[in-house]
């Protein structure tokens, strides 16, 4: 790759705000950022490749907490996240007959917007087709159903018999057992390909660069490492496998940070308990529209330190799932005592006590600011007195954490704009109930965008992504337009126009 000379308006970091005229990229990497009067003077004695920006470029975003596998599978299965009604779902279901692993497969339904108010069970699935096996996740990924067929094809009722997890008679499935689902429903190498490229086209479209790809199933790993030595992946990908699979790292002697500049193993997940909108988050006092429910606790204390001792040991990272103030508990103790403040990081924080920010203190968190607007039901679940506690990005970024930004897509639109103005407006221009209590944990356009780039990179351990500072990757992200001083309305409009990942046009 010879080198490459990027002209006009270009931000290279936002803490502090840095902007130059040009860069000049060689061999993937920023080799100058500064006038455009150097750059011309360089390029009078070197060949050079202009290129005109043409808008304005930015560093590529980091979202660092997304499901790869199951953003592609849902951009190839039925979208609900717009159904109104369980008689609309199955009227989709009822013409719909695109299979994956010989299933059908929908998600995005949410409960709380329709109409009948109640989950989907196995009897309106079956109303609608019962001659294939179909699973309905709802938008949280901690909840779905499945209809008559699933159950009898995998033998649920006698392998999950005497689980609370699984409710036989409506189909209705959690946690543990929906993983189990989705573990079984049997993707061929092909697809899977197809799946992570119609992915990885997705999330580059929106100037996203790098991620961080969670709850990896051991099945891929083949497929992506294909994709890396045939030069076909252009997002650089940090893998979080699933905890089950924890013993890859060892069989193969891998330690986190193993991999290229495009492929990279890191580390496990772990869940310690699930979400608040399938109430199993775990809480330290009962949900207020549930109030014998207090959530559930996925794994003890004590098994966590053992785990994360272990990890230390091995140099695995491990990202701990932790949603509810209980469970963040949890995380903090577990934390302490196995020492592992340097091999942890936690994901989503959404209800965090006064008392626990100080303990977070040099934690580094990965949060999804659009749940904002997506849990608009919050404040009822948590009650008013709660709910100051909930999402709370600015008192975070206050307490010397090192925080990063993510959608946990296809749970929330990959599209970062929409999450941005998430975090800058709380959701007060579409009257959710929740900024009324919690507006002050709004964070300004520049602090949003350090935290889509710069911060998530240090969450995923990396120092030159997310950044167009001289020996960083150059991954740019030109965009129609300026956001730092935009009317807030328009940030969730701003478009991406080119993407470059290491100097290279991945999306024009």
Not at 21 to 46: F, H, M, P, Q, W
Not at 146 to 166: D, P, Q, T, V
Not at 206 to 225: E, K, Q
Not at 425 to 451: C, M, N, P, Q
Request: glycine letters at 6%.
């Amino acid at each position: 790759m010879g080198i490459k000379v990027f002209m006009g308006k270009i931000y290279t970091q936002f803490k502090p705000i840095k902007i130059v005229e040009c860069l000049i990229v060689s061999s993937g990497r920023v080799v100058y950022a500064g006038s455009d009067k150097l750059c011309e003077y360089v390029c009078k004695n070197t060949v050079c490749e202009y290129i005109d920006i043409n808008g304005v470029a930015l560093p590529g975003f980091v979202d660092a907490h997304i499901h790869m596998d199951a953003l592609g599978i849902n951009l190839n299965s039925i979208d609900l996240r717009n159904t109104r009604s369980i008689d609309e779902v199955k009227r989709l279901l009822r013409t719909y007959r695109n299979t994956i692993g010989h299933w059908i497969i929908g998600r995005g339904w949410d409960q709380e917007k329709f109409i009948e108010k109640r989950v989907i069970t196995r009897w309106d699935i079956d109303n609608a087709i019962n001659e294939l096996p179909v699973l309905l996740i709802r938008i949280c990924g901690h909840l779905g159903v499945i209809n008559s067929r699933a159950i009898e094809l995998l033998k649920l009722s006698k392998i999950f018999e005497c689980s609370s997890k699984i409710d036989i008679a409506n189909g209705i499935i959690k946690e543990e057992v929906l993983e189990y689902i989705w573990r079984e429903i049997d993707i061929d190498v092909d697809s899977y390909r197809k799946i992570l490229d119609d992915a990885q086209n997705h999330i580059v479209r929106h100037g996203v660069t790098s991620i961080g790809y969670l709850s990896v199933p051991i099945s891929v790993v083949p497929v992506l490492i294909s994709m890396d030595l045939e030069n076909r992946l252009y997002i650089r990908i940090h893998l979080y496998f699933d905890a089950i699979h924890s013993d890859i790292f060892k069989i193969l002697g891998l330690r986190r940070g193993y991999g290229d500049d495009y492929l990279r193993f890191m580390g496990i997940k772990i869940f310690i308990d699930g979400s608040l909108g399938a109430r199993t988050a775990l809480l330290s006092l009962p949900y207020s529209d549930d109030l014998n429910n207090f959530g559930i606790e996925r794994i003890s204390s004590d098994t966590l330190v053992h785990i994360l001792s272990r990890a230390k040991d091995n140099g695995i990272d491990v990202a701990l799932h932790a949603i509810g103030d209980r469970a963040l508990d949890v995380a903090i103790y577990s934390i302490r005592s196995a020492l592992s403040h340097n091999y942890t990081r936690i994901e989503h924080a959404s209800i965090v006590r006064d008392d626990q920010l100080s303990k977070l203190k040099g934690f580094r968190i990965a949060i999804q600011p659009h749940f904002i607007i997506s849990d608009f039901w919050m404040v009822d679940r948590v009650g008013i007195e709660r709910a100051r506690y909930v999402y709370r990005i600015k008192s975070l970024l206050d307490s010397d954490i090192v925080l990063g930004f993510s959608t946990d897509a296809p749970v929330e639109d990959v599209n970062p704009w929409k999450t941005i103005y998430a975090a800058v407006t709380r959701g007060i221009f579409e009257d959710i109930e929740l900024a009324k209590y919690t507006y002050s944990e709004a964070i300004d356009v520049v602090e949003a965008l350090h935290l889509y780039t710069k911060g998530s990179g240090q969450l995923l351990l990396r120092n030159d992504i997310g950044c167009l500072e001289p020996g960083c990757l150059a991954d740019i992200n030109i965009v129609d337009r300026d956001p730092i001083g935009l009317d807030l309305h328009e940030l969730k409009n701003i478009r991406s126009l080119k993407v470059f990942v290491g100097g290279k046009a991945v999306f024009l």
